[in-house]
């Protein structure tokens, strides 16, 4: 698969890095020139320095790891480029106090959606810090870690898909784009909870056996909220 990348930070870094060993093409696209061709050159294999232009034509997914706001302009200027596309958002809308930028407005994935309409966006890979993603895989008590998808395209979701298993992680399905804001939310309050309060976010989830109720697997009658 021929991947582009806009922007040339630590997602960049570390998605790129699992991509290109998993045999992928990626191409790496910043406005810094020397930057690019740094992280390329750092990554090694089959990837490549290039402009943001160059990098969204060239791919066929196209990744944007761009901070909040800054991706929706490169993702206007590139809008032709990116026809037909698929185009990955990972960012956070998260700001000062962990307070979530677009509460009241469209998901970050949504307004990237509207800077390039003919673009098949997809969310995912916005819940873990980068280092995270940096794992070898990342996998956690045995059990690799689960990656949530949102997108409207299902050829989209499948090359994402794809590329969440290359990081070592399990894609799931969290449905349509329409509900990216609410992946966008989860990391909100995650980053609050183990940045700001120093909790571990997953001990606020029972397992699954317990998901509908400790008596859901006595009986199939029950009456719980779920069903």
């Known amino acids: 698969m021929r991947i582009g990348v806009l922007g040339t930070g630590n997602m960049a870094d570390a998605l790129a890095t699992h991509w290109v060993r998993a045999g992928h093409e990626v191409i790496i696209g910043g406005r810094d020139t020397p930057k690019a061709e ?13 402009s943001l232009r160059a990098a969204a ?11 909040f706001g800054a991706g929706v302009d490169v993702a206007r200027g590139l809008r032709a480029a990116l026809e037909g596309k698929v185009l990955l958002d990972c960012s956070n809308p998260v700001g000062p106090g962990f307070r979530l930028l677009t509460e009241g407005s469209p ?8 800077a390039a309409p003919g673009a098949h966006v997809v969310k995912a890979f916005n819940l873990c810090h980068e ?6 895989p990342p996998v956690f008590d045995g059990r690799p870690l689960a990656v949530p998808v949102c997108g409207d395209d299902e050829t989209a979701l499948a090359r994402v898909r794809e590329l969440v298993q290359d990081v070592g992680c399990e894609p799931v399905a969290g449905g349509g784009l329409e509900r990216a804001g609410l992946l ?6 995650f980053i609050a909870l183990w940045v700001g309060e120093g909790a571990d976010a997953r001990a ?21 909220a779920f069903r």
């Open 131 to 136: 280092d995270v993603w940096r794992m070898r």
């Open 38 to 50: 740094r992280l390329a050159m750092r990554i090694g294999g089959r990837a490549k320095p290039a």
């Open 57 to 67: 034509e060239s791919g066929q997914v196209v990744l944007a790891a761009l901070p």
């Open 184 to 189: 966008e939310a989860t990391a909100a309050l």
């Open 204 to 224: 606020i989830a029972p397992p699954l056996a317990y998901a509908a109720g400790p008596g859901h697997q006595e009986s199939e009658g029950g009456t719980g």
């Open 107 to 114: 998901s970050a994935a949504q307004q990237l959606a509207a």
